[in-house]
């Protein structure tokens, strides 16, 4: 199975602020990466899949790249709406196995 | 547009059985995988296992012992039993197609408490 290692596990920030999430995989995925946010109480929301492409309706200012084993997901001009837990998710080989998640927290 | 639901009891007894069900509507369950995963509270996501509609299922090797996914194309469904439940298996279950596109249910909390 393919492992995703997910840093840092927690973040904090203010509003404005340029954040980046990385996710490392234990073997090349290509670019079959999803980033999910995910509120309390809430399914994970896509919001990036294909590692790269933003899900209809996502708001511009997240953003995705990488491709093999090494990914980054990014939120530029951090809004206090963005608050929650984020992962990344592959599904280049079954099962489709997550990340360990990052929690967003606005300062 | 696909919508999952998730059915279930929300209350099951320690060492009895987890069903749960998963409706499929916008979307046929023939040519898709789809899984159940699950989340403890306050704790990541946990993929339980995975059915495509031909019947190539497999499951987390830490839940294989106790675990059924079962997928019925004439309902439109798919299932998850889990046998011997005990505390550690209350979460919220989410049935989600996990390739693109991709969709997920709401999710059910299962309590395991007597």
């Known amino acids: 199975d393919i492992q995703m290692t997910q840093s840092p596990s927690s973040l904090s920030a203010f509003v404005g602020d340029r954040v980046t999430i990385t996710c490392r995989a234990s073997?090349?995925?290509?670019?079959?990466l999803n980033w999910y946010q995910q509120k309390p109480g809430k399914a994970p929301k896509l919001l990036i899949y294909d590692a790269s492409t933003l899900e209809t309706g996502v708001p511009s200012r997240f953003s995705g790249s990488g491709s093999g084993t090494d990914f980054s997901f990014t939120i530029d001009n951090l809004q206090p709406e963005d608050t929650g837990t984020y992962f990344c998710q592959q599904y280049d080989n079954l099962p489709p196995l997550f990340g360990g998640g990052t929690k967003v927290v606005i300062k | 547009q696909v919508q999952l639901q998730e059915s279930g009891p929300g209350l099951v007894s320690p060492s009895e059985t987890l069903s749960l069900t998963c409706s499929v509507s916008g979307a046929s369950v023939s040519g898709y995988y789809w899984t159940w995963i699950r989340q403890p509270p306050g704790k990541g996501l946990e993929w339980i296992g995975y059915?495509?509609?031909?019947?190539?299922?497999k499951y987390n090797p830490s839940l294989r012992s106790r675990v059924t996914i079962s997928v019925d194309t004439s309902q439109n469904q798919f299932s998850l039993m889990m046998r011997s439940v005990t505390a550690a298996d209350t979460a919220v279950y989410y049935c989600a197609r996990p390739l693109p596109p991709v969709a997920w249910g709401q999710g059910t909390l299962v309590t395991v408490s007597s």
């Open positions: 073997q090349d995925i290509s670019n079959s």
């Open positions: 059915v495509y509609y031909s019947g190539t299922i």
